[in-house]
């Protein structure tokens, strides 16, 4: 699993969000079938962007609680 293509994927959809703040919420298992990996790999790579603070994880105070990523301000 190439960990910059999969940042790149997920800045790309942070970037080209139409919501304000500009975030996303993503499902591990779509991601995994467009890179054809198990979902646990976008997972663990996901966390790792998250604690090099590459990304930031968030959760959702309205209903549904997603977890949501940003970029970094």
Same mark, same amino acid.
Request: net charge neutral; aromatic share 8%; no cysteine.
């Given at each position: 699993?190439? &960990?910059? *293509? *999969?940042?790149q !994927?997920?800045?790309?959809?942070?970037?080209?969000? %139409?919501?304000? $703040? &500009?975030?996303?919420?993503?499902? %591990? /298992?779509?991601?995994?079938? =467009?890179? +054809? /990996?198990? $979902?646990?790999?976008?997972? !663990? #790579? /996901?966390?790792? *962007? @998250? #604690?090099? +603070? !590459?990304?930031?994880?968030?959760? =959702?105070?309205? =209903? $549904?609680?997603? #977890? @949501?990523?940003?970029?970094p301000?």
């Amino acid at each position: 699993m190439d &960990k910059e *293509l *999969l940042f790149q !994927r997920i800045e790309n959809m942070i970037i080209s969000s %139409t919501k304000s $703040p &500009k975030y996303i919420s993503f499902s %591990t /298992v779509k991601m995994a079938d =467009l890179f +054809g /990996v198990k $979902p646990i790999e976008i997972e !663990r #790579e /996901v966390q790792k *962007l @998250v #604690e090099e +603070g !590459r990304l930031k994880k968030a959760q =959702l105070s309205e =209903l $549904p609680s997603y #977890e @949501v990523y940003m970029l970094p301000s």
